[in-house]
């Protein structure tokens, strides 16, 4: 059993970063796969970026690619997503994920575990 707590969203202006965290409790989290997902309003939850749970490899949407990145410290069970030139068609809740893997999967059924969402608003 994995908990997850999401934090570090806010409102940013166009062009501006946030930097968001997930902090996991309970047993094994670097055998885990990390995701972050995002949910704008009346959409589906779409994948954002991963990363394997060795920390080793990393995965992005090409919508994010470039601008966003993902990281992870097994030592402290902390998973970040760090976002860089913000645009307002980032703007959604923002969920990381667990899931049961090394290797992670882009899609939500994939992931077994997760945060409670933290709201992302660029503004133009």
């Known amino acids: 059993q994995v908990q997850l707590v999401d934090a570090g969203g806010g409102l940013v202006q166009a062009g501006g970063s946030l930097r968001l965290a997930c902090a996991a409790s309970?047993?094994?989290?670097?055998?885990?796969?990390m995701g972050w997902f995002r949910q704008a309003p009346g959409m589906e939850r779409e994948f954002v970026a991963a990363?394997?749970?060795?920390?080793?490899?990393?995965y992005y949407a090409d919508s994010v690619k470039g601008r966003f990145t993902i990281s992870r410290d097994n030592a402290r069970n902390i998973a970040v997503l760090q976002m860089n030139n913000l645009k307002p068609e980032d703007t959604a809740v923002y969920y990381c994920?667990?899931?049961?893997?090394?290797?992670?999967?882009?899609?939500?059924?994939?992931?077994?575990?997760w945060g409670q969402g933290t709201q992302v608003t660029v503004s133009s």
């Open positions: 990363i394997a749970a060795s920390g080793g490899s990393t």
């Open positions: 309970g047993r094994a989290f670097s055998s885990y796969a």
């Open positions: 994920a667990a899931e049961d893997s090394h290797i992670p999967s882009g899609r939500v059924e994939a992931y077994d575990y």
